[in-house]
């Protein structure tokens, strides 16, 4: 089963469109409604709670591998599930099923982030929630698992091995390095939300993680040791580098994971690196005739001074009292 999300401003255009006529068919949700317009009017109430969220409307689509067909009382059961464990059991929400695609049974479910309780759904890391939830009902429904157009982008973007790295691995019967630092990597990724969860969870299977990090903080790739093998982030493939692993869903905060990245590099032997101060350029000696013009003013200065007058310095022309 797949599932797409997106976040909207308004709710009349989205039950416009999940309910026309002849294409979409009303099956459940907790609202009173049957039509759009009277739909809009039931979400106007939890939105007016907090006017202040710029985009108050989720909408998701949940579709079953091509040929596959629920009854829409279990239609209703996977919706339930889906709306209550991604965090909108207090949300006003309805649900609706297009009979458009043939072979290709999907419904739409269209909830409000302002909960009944005025507070909003958050929706951190929502896609990674959301896989999880869609993972669990596939296996209690007994539905064919679909990978998602994010997880084919990671598969699509793994290296694969050369000729003489499988030819290795097929005679020693012994996995790749790269396959297993893929494997534990990829597994490391579906259960973390912050880097620090990443770097321990992948510590606690034997893989060890160096990032690339200057005393700044700022890191620019990672790399991976199990058993004593390095391999950089870049040589798995576009989804294992520091920037592919955040686009699972994974956030680095400077404050909150440099100290477990810092840890990390420790762990591994790598040395902090060390800011040099900046050289100091050489004081060059005054000229000679600088050195000739301070020292006249310097007797001028005291000629005065023995005379009784005040002490008089000419600058740039103008002669000035002291």
Known sequence: MIGNQTKGRGFRGV????LTPG?????????????????????AESRSLNPDLQRPVYHVSLSLSPGEHVDDFTWNEIADRYIQRIGFGSSQYVVAR?????????IHIVASRIGLDG??????????????????????????????????DIEDQK?????????KALETGTPNV????????????????????????????????????????????LSYRIDGKTVKGSKLGKAYTFNGVQKRGISYDLDRDRGAF???????????????????????????AVQQTVSQLEKAVVRDARAGGGVKVRIHDQELDR
Do not use: C, W
């Not at 909003?120 to 990978?147: C, H, M, P, W």
């Not at 396959?179 to 990724?189: I, K, P, S």
């Open 15 to 18: 039950l416009d469109y999940i």
């Open 23 to 43: 294409k979409g068919i009303l099956l459940g949700g907790n609202m009173d409604g049957k039509t759009p317009r009277e739909l809009a009017k039931e979400f």
């Open 98 to 106: 297009h009979t458009d695609r043939e072979n290709h049974e999907h």
């Open 119 to 152: 507070k909003t759904v958050s929706d951190s890391n929502d896609y990674y929630r959301s896989e999880q939830v869609i993972r669990a009902i596939e296996k209690e429904f007994g539905l064919e698992r679909v990978l998602s157009s994010h997880e084919r």
């Open 159 to 167: 290296k694969a091995l050369s000729a003489g790295e499988l030819h």
């Open 178 to 221: 790269k396959m297993v630092l893929q494997n534990h990597v990829d597994v490391a990724a579906t259960h973390s939300v912050t880097m620090t969860d990443f770097v321990k969870h992948l510590e606690r299977q034997g893989v060890q993680v160096i990032p690339n990090m200057a005393d700044n903080g700022r890191v620019s790739g």
């Open 262 to 288: 810092a840890l990390a590099r420790a762990k591994a032997g790598v040395k902090p690196a060390v800011t040099k101060e900046p050289e100091k350029a050489p004081q060059q000696a005054p000229s000679h």
